[in-house]
């Protein structure tokens, strides 16, 4: 058994994965509804949006879609956590994530991490870094 995540997007959840792609590395599948038989139950000018999409990150896979304008909800109550290796690494994902976005907690030492902070990314999508190193 596993636990997944799922994403839901405003429309831009082709532009999200390839920017998650540009900046973690890994690779990435994606299905519009126009290419599947959800076609017939979405508006035209949403065909090109993203049914499905699925991107491997550090062992884990993390999946999104784009939902229809009247489905989607701001994501809250979560955070999706990267426990990273280095201070170093830590830094080059946090800046990467936070152009655009909003900085929640800034990296900094707390009494469990030598580097740990809070990011909103461009998408809405709230991520944690936490450095391992010891």
Not at 100 to 124: A, H, N, R
């Amino acid at each position: 058994m596993k636990i997944g995540i799922h994403l839901h997007f405003k429309g831009q959840c082709q532009r999200a994965f390839e920017f998650y792609r540009e900046l973690f590395g890994g690779s990435i599948t994606m299905l519009t509804y126009g290419e599947s038989p959800a076609a017939k139950h979405v508006p035209v000018e949403f065909h090109d949006k993203v049914v499905h999409a699925s991107f491997s990150i550090f062992g884990s896979e993390i999946a999104g879609a784009d939902v229809l304008p009247d489905q989607y909800e701001q994501p809250k109550g979560f955070q999706l956590l990267l426990q990273v290796d280095s201070s170093a690494q830590a830094k080059i994902l946090f800046n990467g994530l936070s152009a655009g976005g909003e900085i929640i907690m800034p990296l900094d030492k707390t009494f469990w991490s030598p580097c740990y902070g809070i990011v909103k990314d461009q998408f809405g999508i709230s991520w944690e870094l936490n450095c391992t190193e010891t």
